[in-house]
């Protein structure tokens, strides 16, 4: 749309109909069960510090299984009566896990395929919207419950994004973010991103250059050297081009400062999250369009010849007073 930023713009056109595959993938679902399961019980372990390390390390491959609904948390939140905003939807993986957990849920994205998508999975409404532009009636500004996950890396001002999402909570509400902690050098993502971009940065060379042969374009990208940057870009440039604006994730200090300047009160942050996820190289070709299995040479790989995909998360929580 006219006005928006070139990180809006690459959003929308990473999170296309063509990305749907990825929300399918066993080792997507496992972190995003993790995620809903840390959220759903986080209410009752924290008190004190603003910032807690939680020294946490989590194999996802053996631990959870995406394949089973959550059962059996501990959690305040209430299905007869909560209203759940999944912000940055996506397909609606995350909802699939915490609606059973909530009364009304609403889905929302910047990308109009991922909101489709998210209602026709999940049966919830899903609004394609740029919030921090668009004040939208149908979504209302009472939820108990805001949580987004695995996005705040993909939005430019995280200050105005994070007020927003305040004014929709109710008094007593919780805003609940998941995403990768920049301060964590355990994080296998970088070399993900590189990867994804490098692969864009190949396919629109394809097809934009219409006088080269397929080995020119193919030897410029793949020639020397092995550049897999995104034609050599640094891992922020590389990152851009694929609608990161964080490349590096958040610190949690920076996420204490945002909720408490959004007006939120009880701000805590966990730290020292580490989920491991054992990926199959048809997955990983799947989450970067790489075909050629060299690519993933960047990863260490397990006996089973797996790649460690390592999200080294921390997760920020505010109340509405
Ligand atoms: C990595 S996906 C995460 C999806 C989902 N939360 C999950 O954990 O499965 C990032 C999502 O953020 C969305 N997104 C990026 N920038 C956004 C913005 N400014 N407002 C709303 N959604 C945005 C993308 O379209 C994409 O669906």
């Keep these: 749309m006219a006005g928006d930023s070139k990180i809006v713009e690459a959003n929308r056109d990473t999170y296309n109909d063509g990305r749907l595959k990825v929300f399918d993938l066993a080792s997507m679902k496992r972190h995003n069960k993790f995620m809903a399961e840390y959220m759903l019980c986080f209410s009752s372990k924290n008190q004190g510090d603003a910032i807690v390390d939680r020294n946490l390390k989590i194999n996802a491959t053996e631990d959870v299984d995406p394949d089973t609904p959550i059962e059996d948390v501990s959690t305040n939140w209430d299905k007869s009566s909560s209203k759940l905003l999944d912000f940055a939807c996506g397909a609606g993986n995350m909802t699939k896990y915490l609606s059973p957990f909530a009364k009304n849920v609403v889905g929302v994205d910047i990308s109009p395929a991922m909101a489709k998508a998210y209602k026709e999975r999940t049966g919830h409404e899903g609004y394609a919207c740029n919030i921090v532009e668009e004040s939208n009636p149908a979504i209302g500004n009472d939820f ?12 430019e001002d995280l200050g105005l994004v994070t007020k927003k999402l305040s004014e929709k909570l109710k008094s007593g509400g919780w805003l609940y973010v998941m995403d990768m902690d920049s301060t964590n050098p355990n994080s296998t993502m970088g070399q993900l991103m590189k990867t994804a971009a490098a692969q864009k940065h190949d396919n629109h060379s394809h097809s934009h250059s219409h006088s080269h042969s397929h080995d020119h374009a193919h030897s410029h990208d793949h020639g020397h050297g092995h550049s897999h940057g995104g034609g050599g870009d640094s891992l922020e440039e590389a990152a851009e081009k694929i609608g990161v604006a964080h490349a590096h994730g958040i610190s949690p200090e920076g996420m204490v400062k945002m909720f408490e300047n959004a007006g939120l009160t009880n701000v805590a942050v966990d730290r020292g999250i580490q989920v491991q996820v054992w990926t199959p190289v048809e997955e ?38």
């Design 144 to 155: 108990d419950f805001i949580v987004c996950t695995m996005s705040y890396h993909h939005i």
């Design 284 to 321: 990983m070709r799947a989450l970067t369009n790489a075909a050629e299995d060299e690519t993933f040479d960047l990863f260490e790989k397990d006996d089973k010849g797996r790649c460690d995909l390592t999200f080294a998360m921390l997760l920020a929580a505010g109340m509405k007073p």
